[in-house]
């Protein structure tokens, strides 16, 4: 285990991304709308938050800790940086002062997803095992 957090995200790092548990349907899969970047009020952040294990681990939290911050109506779906990165995203750490291992996640292009594009990448998430 490193005991600096590396500025890039490793590519076999897990990323998580929070999702409310009524956009995941009956097989596990998410809805595409999971992927949607948010805008900050002045407009200057348009980004998805996500979350990188190995800040996470660092600091001592777990899959259950991210969870259970959000709230019971909030699952953790996982993936690694290289299915993102394979995707077309670009990741970076972007710490909030929250919850450890807060980063973002945004086309590498950096346009707006299209749906299909979120599709694709609800194609590749899964619910994180330790909430499964």
Not at 58 to 66: N, R, T, V
Not at 104 to 111: H, I, N, P, V
Request: aromatic share 10%.
């Amino acid at each position: 285990m490193p005991t600096e957090v590396p500025e890039d995200v490793p590519q076999d790092c897990t990323v998580y991304r929070v999702a409310k548990k009524a956009y995941i349907k009956s097989g596990g899969t998410p809805q595409s709308d999971c992927f949607a970047d948010k805008r900050s009020e002045d407009g200057s952040s348009y980004y998805m938050s996500v979350y990188f294990s190995d800040e996470m681990e660092l600091a001592g939290k777990s899959i259950l800790d991210l969870q259970a911050s959000w709230g019971k109506e909030y699952t953790v779906l996982a993936f690694t940086a290289s299915d993102l990165r394979t995707q077309g995203e670009r990741l970076w750490r972007d710490p909030t002062g929250g919850f450890p291992g807060h980063g973002a996640c945004k086309r590498a292009d950096g346009s707006e997803r299209t749906r299909g594009q979120k599709r694709n990448l609800a194609k590749v998430a899964k619910v994180a095992s330790e909430l499964s």
